[in-house]
């Protein structure tokens, strides 16, 4: 096995907080992660950041 660099020091918590949504569709609040957010009450991408 081939490694580069040293040992990673990551803390996996830090940063990693969800976000408020609203769904432009249907009117749903909800919390989420990453870059393709979709409601999770209709399935709509039409969301905002609340």
Do not use: H, Q, W
């Amino acid at each position: 096995m081939c490694t580069v660099g040293g040992p990673v020091d990551i803390d996996f918590d830090e940063g990693l907080k969800p976000k408020d949504y609203k769904c432009k569709d249907c009117g749903g609040s909800f919390s989420s992660l990453g870059k393709n957010i979709r409601c999770p009450t209709c399935g709509s991408d039409n969301c905002i950041a609340a």
